[in-house]
Nanobody
Framework: QVQLVESGGGLVQSGGSLRLSCAAS????????MGWYRQAPGKQRELVAQ???????NYADSVKGRFTIARDNAKNTLYLQMNNLKPEDTAVYYC????????WGQGTQVTVSS
C-alpha cells in the first residue's frame, strides 16, 4: 500500500504563487493516473488537475491556465504549481490516485488573501 503525503501549502496573497508537493512512498506515477483535489469549507471535494502515466494533463476549468501538474518519478513526487492565485482557490489540497483512490491523507492548507 502506497502512502501519499502532501506539503507546501501556506498563506499567500492574491496573484501569488505556490508549489504543492505530494510525496509517495514508492513510484506509482508510471502506472497510475494521479490527481490533485481540493475541498473548500462547505463544499465537496473536487478534482482540479490530473496527469496520466503517459503525461497527458487535464485541468478543471476554474484553474486552467493558472495551475500546472507535474511529476518527478525519480523523486516519487507529484507537484502542483499554482500561479495567479485567487481567494476562491482557498481550500485543503489533496493528492490521490484518480482511477482508484486510496485513503485520504491530511492534505495541505492553501489560503489566498485578498
Amino acid at each position: 500500500q502506497v502512502q501519499l503525503v502532501e506539503s507546501g501549502g501556506g498563506l499567500v496573497q492574491s496573484g501569488g504563487s505556490l508549489r504543492l508537493s505530494c510525496a509517495a512512498s514508492r513510484n506509482i506515477f508510471s502506472v497510475k493516473v494521479m490527481g490533485w483535489y481540493r475541498q473548500a469549507p462547505g463544499k465537496q471535494r473536487e478534482l482540479v488537475a490530473q496527469i496520466t502515466p503517459g503525461g497527458t494533463r487535464n485541468y478543471a476549468d476554474s484553474v486552467k491556465g493558472r495551475f500546472t501538474i507535474a511529476r518527478d518519478n525519480a523523486k516519487n513526487t507529484l507537484y502542483l504549481q499554482m500561479n495567479n492565485l485567487k481567494p476562491e482557490d482557498t481550500a485543503v489540497y489533496y493528492c490521490n490516485i484518480v482511477t482508484n483512490p486510496i485513503g485520504w491523507g491530511q492534505g495541505t492548507q492553501v489560503t489566498v488573501s485578498s
